[in-house]
C-alpha cells in the first residue's frame, strides 16, 4: 500500500508515536510549512512542504515547495488534496494535536472529507486513531483504553474484545457515545452497519 508520512503544526511527535507511525514504512515524507522546524529537531528530511508558508522563515533548499495560497482549506487539507492526488493510499499523520482544539476539531473534520480517498492513521502523545465506516479489526493490549467516538452517528451492529459490549445499537455525538471502554483481548473486532466512527487506541 503506498504510504505518506504527513506531519502537522500540532505538538511534536514523542518517541512512541514516532516509532508506531514509522512501522508503516512511509515512502514519502510530507510537512506543512509549521512542522518544519520540528523535523529538523527530529532529524528527518521532508520530501515536500505544502502550505501558505506563513510559518515558514527561510524556504529550505533542495526541498520540494508546494505553495497554496488558498485562505479556504488549511494546510492539513492542503497537504492530503497534495497527497490524494498523487495516488497515496495511507497516509499517518504526526503534530495533529496539541495547541489550540479548534485546529484538532479542523483535523477530525478534513479526515472525514478524505475518508473516502485516503486511509488515515494519526498518531499523538497518547494514542492512535482512525476512522471507520465498516467492519475493522485491530491489535492491541488487554487493560489499554479504547474509545469509540460517532462522527456523527454511528450503527454497531457487534463488537468483541471490549469490556463494554455493543450489540444493534447507537451511538451519537448528541446523545451517547462510547468513550473510555477497556480492551480484553489483542484482537478488537467492530462491526459498523452504518454512519461513522473514530477509534481512539491508548499506547
Not at 11 to 18: G, I, K
Not at 69 to 76: A, C, I, R, S, V
Not at 138 to 153: A, E, R, W
Not at 162 to 191: C, F, M, P, W
Request: include cysteine; glycine fraction near 6%; charge should be negative.
Amino acid at each position: 500500500m503506498k504510504t505518506a508520512a504527513l506531519f502537522l503544526n500540532g505538538d511534536p511527535p514523542n518517541e512512541h508515536a514516532l516509532n508506531h507511525a514509522l512501522e508503516y514504512n512511509p515512502e514519502f515524507h510530507l510537512c506543512t510549512d509549521g512542522a518544519y522546524y520540528y523535523m529538523e529537531d527530529l532529524k528527518i528530511s521532508p520530501d515536500a512542504i505544502i502550505g501558505d508558508m506563513d510559518s515558514l522563515h527561510d524556504i529550505p533548499k533542495n526541498t520540494a515547495v508546494h505553495f497554496i495560497e488558498d485562505q479556504n482549506t488549511t494546510d492539513f487539507e492542503k497537504a492530503l488534496g497534495f497527497l490524494a492526488q498523487n495516488e497515496f493510499e495511507r497516509v499517518v499523520v504526526l503534530g495533529s494535536t496539541g495547541g489550540q482544539n479548534d485546529h484538532f476539531l479542523g483535523n477530525l473534520n478534513a479526515a472525514y472529507k478524505f475518508r473516502q480517498s485516503l486511509g488515515l492513521i494519526f498518531f499523538d502523545q497518547s494514542q492512535r486513531f482512525f476512522l471507520i465506516e465498516k467492519d475493522t479489526e485491530f491489535t492491541t493490549q488487554p487493560g489499554k483504553i479504547v474509545s469509540l467516538f460517532p462522527f456523527p452517528s454511528a450503527r454497531i451492529q457487534a463488537l468483541e474484545g471490549l469490556h463494554y459490549g455493543l450489540n444493534n445499537e447507537t451511538l451519537d455525538l448528541l446523545d451517547r457515545v462510547g468513550t473510555r471502554n477497556v480492551a480484553e483481548a489483542e484482537q478488537v473486532k467492530i462491526s459498523v452497519s452504518q454512519g461513522a466512527l473514530w477509534i481512539f487506541v491508548a499506547y
